[in-house]
């Protein structure tokens, strides 16, 4: 059983959202770098994951397995099986494997590695960086009040965590996950729109960028729908219900709900593969 105080936690696997979960988790002081490690193949991926969060990151799976109690398969899902035939023989029952493949069921896990493990599966998004992820979770059969307790503690102190039922996750990863691009392309067009106005580009980028923000904190703070706070700011006859027009005539709304669709069916073929 980890300790929820002090966990010792290694991730196999130290790409762009290990070294983001790494960075922020040490940053909170849930866990220090002297009880954190990663693996990775690639030297350069090593490099990369220790230098932002002062980690130790080997080249050896079995290392990490051996020295930590909190698991954190985070290899790309095609990448899985092969991960666990390295591992297999040395995770023992005082493991807590928490998975952030997507698309990977906890069915699959436990049919791969086998049914009386801990598993926990979570979404998280890369804004876990910057303290402000989108996550949710869903523990297994064998997961522990105690699993479950440290799961969401780790979530919540880099952003929002939601504990769901396990079919809701793909549309999770269809929304959060992949949603900080589309955020992002939205940001990019907006910022575009203030330059062909005369803005100057870094000007346009934070003005973009901090709408997009506080647009945000106004939907987490005020509790209101988003169609409220969008009738609070489209007088009639203004500049607002003007540029809604222009929206709707080129189907944002629409693009943006097949944009989620797409990136949720693609979830679903992933744990597949």
């Given at each position: 059983m980890p300790d929820v105080r002090r966990p010792r936690i290694?991730?196999?696997g130290a790409g762009q959202?290990?070294?983001?979960l790494a960075r922020a988790w040490t940053s909170a002081g849930l866990v220090e770098p002297a009880d954190g490690l990663a693996s990775d193949p690639n030297p350069e991926?090593?490099?990369?994951?220790?230098e932002r969060c002062g980690w130790r990151c080997l080249p050896s799976n079995r290392d990490v397995v051996v020295e930590s109690d909190v698991l954190i398969l985070a290899v790309k899902p095609q990448s899985l099986l092969s991960l666990l035939d390295d591992v297999r023989v040395l995770i023992q029952p005082r493991h807590l494997i928490i998975s952030i493949l997507a698309g990977v069921t906890l069915t699959?896990?436990?049919s791969q590695l086998g049914?009386?493990?801990?598993f926990v599966r979570v979404m998280p998004n890369t804004p876990c960086l910057v303290g402000a992820s989108a996550s949710a979770y869903a523990p297994g059969p064998n997961a522990t009040a105690?699993?479950?307790d440290l799961v969401d503690r780790l979530f919540n102190a880099v952003g929002k965590?939601?504990?769901?039922?396990?079919s809701l996750l793909d549309a999770v990863t269809g929304l959060s996950g992949s949603g900080p691009a589309f955020v992002y392309l939205m940001i990019e067009a907006l910022s575009d729109g203030g330059v062909r106005m005369g803005l100057p580009r870094d000007v346009a980028n934070g003005l973009a960028a901090q709408t997009v923000m506080g647009a945000a904190r106004m939907v987490l703070d005020t509790g209101l729908h988003p169609a409220q706070?969008?009738?609070m700011v489209a007088s009639p006859g203004g500049t607002t219900i003007a540029g809604l027009h222009a929206l709707e005539r080129g189907g944002v709304r629409a693009a943006l709900m097949d944009a989620v669709e797409a990136a949720t069916r693609r979830a679903g073929e992933l744990g597949k593969e």
């Open positions: 290694g991730f196999l959202m290990a070294g983001a991926a090593r490099a990369r994951f220790s699959r896990l436990a049914e009386g493990y801990r105690e699993d479950i965590a939601y504990r769901l039922p396990e706070l969008k009738e």
